[in-house]
């Protein structure tokens, strides 16, 4: 008996740094400093003014940068009242919309949600999904796990000189791994 207790003793010995090595540790335990993104403000490229979905202001307020990818938090002023974005599916992303001013119109999947100030939604990675402004002006707050590229997205439509076409706004959907699937909502 003492025996069988030694080896399991051992054996548990032997497979516990085993298992330490299988978690990338530089994804738990963050370096450096941590900082305050001012209300108003975006941390790395200021007011991201959108072309194309809507003509809504993004602020990024955590940059996937800063989190070695693990997430991102958007900050979207809505500015336009009847749009939204396309049915899309994110392929690698999960997102989080907290609805913090105005009211909003979603579809995931094959259901409809209407959300107020207060309201928060999940939307599954892989599941199509799309949102509408309801209110004349409103307010989220977007996380995505991971990160992804939807920041690289809204840098790439800002930067445009013109107002992108449905082609060229798909490309740019699939350039920053996301896949238009359908049309925006229409508000009921």
């Known amino acids: 008996m003492k025996r069988n207790k030694f080896l399991g003793a051992l ?7 085993l298992v330490g090595k299988s978690f990338n540790y530089k994804n738990i335990v963050r370096t450096g400093k941590g900082f305050k993104t001012a209300a108003g403000e975006g941390r790395l490229h200021g007011h991201i003014k959108l072309k194309g979905v809507n003509q809504n202001v993004l602020d990024v307020k955590v940059s996937g940068s800063d989190t070695n990818g693990q997430f991102a938090i958007f900050e ?17 992303q999960d997102e989080v919309f907290y609805v913090l001013e105005g009211e909003y119109q979603f579809k995931v999947g094959d259901d409809s949600y209407h959300l ?51 082609e060229e706004l798909a490309k740019i959907f ?6 238009v699937v359908g049309p925006p909502l229409k508000l009921q």
Do not use: Y
Not at 76 to 92: D, E, F, M
Not at 174 to 179: G, I, P, T, Y
């Open 76 to 92: 979207q002023t809505s500015l336009s009242q009847g749009k939204g974005t396309p049915l899309h599916i994110h392929h690698s």
């Open 11 to 17: 054996l548990a010995t032997a497979v516990v740094p």
């Open 174 to 179: 699939s350039d920053n791994e996301m896949q």
């Open 116 to 166: 107020k100030a207060g309201d928060s939604i999940f939307l599954p990675m892989k599941v199509a999904h799309a949102w509408t402004q309801v209110s004349e002006k409103g307010k989220m707050t977007v996380t995505l796990q991971p990160a992804g590229k939807l920041e690289s997205f809204f840098v790439t439509i800002a930067a445009l000189d013109h107002e992108p076409s449905q």
